[in-house]
């Protein structure tokens, strides 16, 4: 389920849903959640099926039990548009959450930032931490170690008899880590690795280092 690395003398364990905690800071990282576009699209004629929403909800309050954080670091695109029923239910699960809530903004979040002050969620452009940049877009800073999203990493694994898969990765360079879309309905972007880069694909409920691409 989980796969533990060293990255600058820090420690984060992956998790097979997509997120990463950061033991040092007890800091959990999520990248593109994309609340509301499943009844974005259901509201357009989208045959999208509805449990895609609450199974959100579902993957969030677990890997938040599983790791207990004192803080939740949305890695921008928590949602993927204008206020629709799903804010609601994140107002809900925000009430119940014990955590922080931390809101790095991505280009798909454009409620109004005073609908998060009510809720005491924390809205900011990019955090630097101790030598760690948190951003939405990937970003390379000099002296930083940047984690991101929004690119919602793939791989491209092959098979015998030139069958292959697609499959959503941690995808990491020498100063960067681009997170999966943690979100139902999201989609992947398959990415080529490069000699030094490691891929962790995310596959039956496990997190596995890809040697090889």
Known sequence: MTNTIKINDN?????SKGAVFWEEKKALLIADVHLG????????????PKIAVSKNFTRLTEVVDYFNPESVIFLGDLFHSSKNSEWH?????SNCC???IILIAGNHDVIAKENYDKISVKV????????????????EREGFFNFSGHI???????????????????????????????GEFTGKYILVPEKNDLVYVLANDEVVLIEKC
């Open 152 to 182: 919602h990493p793939g791989i491209k694994l092959r098979g015998f008899g030139g069958h292959h898969v697609k499959l959503p990765c941690f995808f990491q360079k020498e100063n960067q880590m681009i997170l999966p879309a943690f």
């Open 98 to 100: 014990v955590a922080e």
């Open 89 to 93: 239910l994140f107002v809900e699960w």
């Open 124 to 139: 900011f452009k990019e955090l630097e931490i101790d030598g760690f940049l948190l951003t939405h877009h990937p970003t």
């Open 37 to 48: 576009k499943v009844s974005h699209f259901r509201k357009h004629g989208v045959a999208v």
């Open 11 to 15: 420690t984060f364990v992956l998790h």
